[in-house]
């Protein structure tokens, strides 16, 4: 049955780790979408990096935050959204994002997310204890909104060009279905 829902753009959710920016940046390249990063726009509006964000306002700014981000992408086409991990956990914010885009998510297990990201330390979400309790805390949390996506993917065992291979068919055919 033919959805007539628009898609002009590409949105990749999940948690942190899952490779919407390194898929992001593929998927772009390959399709000649633009390419945008919520919280690379959270930081430019805000005027300071993530972490310092939610060290000076608290989490519950940061949310407001993506969530007026997330109200500009309306107007946007030919662009591949790279979202914050959260962003998809507000309703309303997944809902706008259907507004316009095709919406996938990348799965991976909390082990291999874990694996991914430790060596790296700008997450505030990630500075605890137990990293990956809290990662496997979030997953359990935040899967059922994330699988409210147009296509799941699953990264597991792919590399970053295999995944945005896939994203890429998914996405053409979702387009053509629509033409
Ligand atoms: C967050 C994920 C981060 C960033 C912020 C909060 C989350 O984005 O938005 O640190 O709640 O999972 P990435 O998923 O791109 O790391």
Do not use: C
């Not at 962003?87 to 885009?101: F, I, V």
């Not at 505030?124 to 990662?135: G, I, N, R, S, V």
């Not at 799941?152 to 033409?179: C, G, K, P, Y």
């Amino acid at each position: 049955m033919t959805d007539p829902r628009p898609i002009r753009n590409l949105a990749l959710i999940g948690l942190m780790g899952a490779g919407k920016t390194s898929v992001g940046r593929w998927v772009a390249e390959r399709l000649h979408f633009s390419l945008l990063d919520t919280d690379a726009l959270i930081e430019e509006r805000v005027g300071k990096p993530i972490a310092q964000i939610f060290a000076e306002e608290g989490e519950p700014a940061f949310r407001e935050y993506e969530r007026r981000v997330v109200e500009e992408l309306g107007h946007l086409t030919d662009t591949v959204i790279s979202t914050g991990g959260g962003l998809p956990t507000q309703e309303p914010n997944l809902a706008s994002l259907k507004t316009h885009s095709l919406v996938v998510y990348l799965w991976a297990s909390p082990e291999k997310l874990w694996e991914r990201v430790r060596g790296q330390k700008h997450r505030p979400l990630l500075h605890d204890a137990d990293p990956l309790e809290k990662l496997r805390r979030l997953l359990a949390a935040r899967d059922p909104f994330y699988r409210q996506a147009d296509i799941l993917v699953n990264t597991e065992w792919r590399s970053v060009a295999e995944v945005a291979q896939h994203v890429i068919n998914q996405f053409r055919m979702a387009v053509a279905d629509r033409r």
